[in-house]
């Protein structure tokens, strides 16, 4: 099972970090920095972790779009962000918050952790029919 993710960043520091640490967890990036090929993207194809660089004036715009239904992906959103706005960010949707500058150690730890939740989320809703005849004697 292959999981991807996509990285919405301008920063080329933290967009290396987060490549490392994602490649390293068997997690394919797919890196974008502009908003519409970025929306484009994640409206075609199955993202299972987005991370949005707060820090780009369009990216508050971008997550309302995703929340409203607009791009029709169920992704965990990990948000990083420059800012020490993290209560408001979690109210906002994301599900994991890192802070600038990312250190390995955190990115490392958040990152496990994420993967964990989208691995249990995958679990939960892939199903497969199956059809068994079923005898109850009681």
């Not at 299972?48 to 971008?62: C, H, R, S, T, V």
């Not at 992704?75 to 960010?89: A, E, H, T």
Request: charged share 25%; hydrophobic share 40%; with cysteine.
């Amino acid at each position: 099972m292959t999981l991807s993710s996509m990285v919405v960043s301008r920063d080329l520091q933290e967009v290396s970090v987060l490549e490392c640490i994602l490649s390293s967890l068997h997690i394919e990036v797919d890196v974008e920095s502009e908003q519409e090929r970025a929306r484009t993207k994640l409206a075609k194809s199955k993202i299972d972790a987005l991370i949005i660089d707060f820090d780009l004036g369009w990216a508050n715009g971008f997550l309302k779009r995703l929340q409203d239904g607009n791009v029709r992906n169920a992704v965990p959103l990990i948000i990083v962000s420059g800012s020490g706005g993290r209560k408001q960010l979690e109210s906002q949707g994301a599900s994991f918050v890192f802070q600038k500058p990312i250190s390995v150690e955190q990115a490392v730890h958040t990152l496990s952790a994420a993967r964990n939740m989208i691995l249990d989320e995958r679990l939960r809703y892939h199903r497969q029919t199956l059809d068994v005849p079923v005898s109850l004697t009681y």
